[in-house]
């Protein structure tokens, strides 16, 4: 069964505004990745934060963890129309010995010039 | 540029008959995925190699093999393809085997069943 939960499904946006998509888990984690994937093409990563991390930025990406919650967002700013693609945020379970990572079920964004 | 290399990026076939998917890498990376994407969903792994050892999902059906002859290639063999089989196929890599590196992905190769 899925891990994630994404919210929400999908996002239409304006160049220039901010896209926030949010995710949600049900068990402990090791870490919690976010992966863009653009239509007909492979997963490319962006950021990685580790269960004892709160917040982690890189360029216009910014992501928060709340384990007490369970749930993370990925927020970016001043979106592009190259930003269309759909965004997974993905868990490694925590105590296990491998890292499988389990994907949520995704959110679509559209950002229109 | 290091990368993943999937091919064919498109493979057509008949119901039943044996197909065989590439991939390849130049990150000499230990750990080899492959995940299936069906439309409009989520990844979900099938397997991996961690070098020489594999891993199957518990849940991976058993017309789904894989071979790893040596660190730079994977295969995908899916021996009778059914309807269902339909999809997306990616290829990943990563450094360790513990997830704390991300995973580098090839572009997939589209699957369809005639």
């Known amino acids: 069964s899925q891990q994630g939960e994404e919210d929400p499904q999908a996002l239409s946006i304006q160049e220039g505004e901010n896209a926030t998509m949010n995710c949600s888990y049900k068990t402990s984690i090791n870490n919690l990745q976010w992966y863009r994937q653009n239509s007909g093409r492979g997963l490319v990563h962006l950021i990685l934060?580790?269960?004892?991390?709160r917040e982690k930025h890189s360029g216009r990406l910014r992501v928060t963890l709340d384990t007490s919650k369970k749930s993370s967002s990925l927020l970016i700013t001043a979106s592009r129309a190259a930003d269309t693609a759909s965004y997974f945020c993905?868990?490694?379970?925590?105590?296990?010995?491998?890292?499988?990572?389990?994907f949520g079920q995704g959110t679509i964004l559209t950002v229109h010039p | 540029d290091a990368m993943v290399i999937q091919n064919p990026r498109y493979q057509v076939t008949q119901f039943g008959k044996p197909v065989t998917l590439s991939c390849s890498q130049t990150l000499n990376h230990n750990v080899m995925y492959w995940y299936q994407q069906k439309s409009s969903q989520a990844p979900k792994l099938l397997f991996h190699?961690?070098?020489?050892?594999?891993?199957n999902e518990a849940d991976t059906p058993d017309n789904f093999q894989s071979r790893r002859p040596n660190t730079s290639f994977c295969f995908l063999d899916i021996r009778s393809p059914g309807l269902g089989d339909a999809a997306m196929y990616l290829c990943a890599t990563s450094r360790e085997g513990q997830g704390n590196q991300p995973q580098h992905f090839g572009d997939g190769t589209r699957l369809s069943i005639l």
């Open positions: 993905a868990t490694v379970a925590g105590g296990t010995s491998y890292g499988k990572l389990t």
């Open positions: 934060i580790r269960s004892n991390e």
């Open positions: 190699y961690y070098d020489k050892d594999f891993n």
